[in-house]
């Protein structure tokens, strides 16, 4: 017989299919919603019905819109560099850029990067809308590619930047080194070196 | 400008206020459903919708059970022993000790324990449910108190304890002691002292 009932456990195996919420706390979340009050499970239950139906895609960046609007407000905004395109993988690094508030241009988002052992090529990726957007607005003089520094995100960079050989923009990406408040003594060797290539003249 | 659409921004304070769930677990787990197929958040959504409207709370032990039943499968099953009764915290301990298969008996889910700085007290736990239960079945023979080996569980025992003393029913406590695979040398003091203390006669 069922130890849990079927409700409780449906719940619980929902929960467990989410990233990171392992048996254990899948069974704490579905066991906190059953005492908590109705408004909190109602919220979820909303918001999760609400996510797709009111969401969509930005026509211009591909990055994560209301459904009802075409274009999202940074490419709506008249505010902001019409020169600079900003290339990155999924829309958090536009929020965490964002909040840097040191860009002032536009974004791309990629939704992924190239990786061949899950089969993701470039026709997964929104490569094919950056290249009609940047070869429709000539006004585009920089891409920075900010892709992850990671082996995927650096893969895809290199390949943008193969790509991108061929139109007349300057391609930039974001520098490698030592982060901000670390310590150079636990840096590892791969960031080390990177820092020390692309050492600065000190004004 | 608000930077994420609003049904996104919904579902991440949703997910926040579950508990164990940070800004960033929150986020990553609105993005995933974004790009997971349909059934992912529909499954979600509906096993929410279902949980508190088809669960309810066993008349007899107050363990959770279908709504539509008033007695858990537990307490109605016929193949279990009437003569204990195990008083747990939270139906999360029904299943622990379900799991082990060495239980046979009844049990009784407290939904808490006494916790005066979080201003719980002995009302709102279910003990009238079990002091009512104990005195309309005389069958009831021994009351284990399976409450948590903390500050609260012990605090709650030791008060169950002293109320049931009214009754003429054996209290026991489950055993304190070194944990099966655990070793000597990393056992903290108390549990020592308390493995020395119950120390057993070999057979």
Redesign the interface.
Known sequence: ????????Q??I???E?????GPK?A?????????AP?Y????????????????GSCKVCCN???AKQEVC?ICA?SQRDDGVVCVVE???D??AL?RTGGFNGRYHVL?GVLSPIEGIGPEDLKIRELFERLKAHPAIKEVILATNPSMEGDATALYLQRQLGVLPVRVTRLARGLPVGSDLEYADTNTLLRALAGRQELD
Do not use: Q, W
């Open positions: 017989m069922p130890i849990l009932p079927e409700p409780l449906n719940l195996d929902a929960f299919s989410l990233p990171g919420i706390s069974s704490r979340l579905a066991f906190y919603l059953l005492k109705n909190l499970s109602d919220n979820l239950a909303i918001a999760l019905a609400e996510l797709k139906k009111h969401t994560i819109t209301l407000d905004s999924e829309p958090l536009v929020l964002e939704h």
